[in-house]
């Protein structure tokens, strides 16, 4: 689930640079379509949300947001869903009869299911699916992974938009997409944020049951 998104998005780079004029003419239902395609893809752990963000900018501009918002919570309710055929609940049961301290952290987390979804969503670097799929199998509930994941994810994919929005030449953007001091600035800000508030999570003993 890390290794193959690497894999499809430098699959992808390469084709949306080779059909750029391909995809300048595709018409708005066809993006509709190939938005549900990719929230399938996202869910499955085969196309990165922030990075189909940047072209999706780069086409579309900030017509596309609404449909990235789409994408992120359909992928995110998906993979909510998924989990229940791997059977979180046993899963969970298990790591609690052999590692106790697990119990430890569900407690902690399920104080404080929104706020740690949030600071986690929040970081552009930790993976999309892997993070939906723990939580879900944590037992989070669907109400706080769908807020937590929506809210999280609104500064860096519209950070994503800005940046494809504003470039010049699709190679050079899906080949740098980090470029300018003002994104690197910002992508820097969001890790700190999320490093920060996942630490203090981990940090504060009160949130343990007495």
Known sequence: MTIVPLVTTSILTAWAINQEKVLRELPIEWWLGVTFILTLASASA????T????VYGYFLGWASVPMLFALNIGAIAIIYVSAHFLHAASVRNYLIQVYPQVGTLLRRFYKNELRLIFFAKLSPVLPFAITNLFFAMAGA???QV???????????TLLAVWA???AQDIRYLLEHPNEGLATKI???ALIVVSTVGIGYFFKDKSMVES
């Open 51 to 54: 990075f189909l963000a940047l």
């Open 146 to 156: 769908l807020t937590g994941g929506t809210l999280g994810m609104i500064p860096r």
């Open 186 to 188: 910002v992508l820097i």
């Open 164 to 166: 494809g929005k504003e």
């Open 46 to 49: 085969l196309t990165p949300p």
């Open 141 to 143: 509930r669907f109400k």
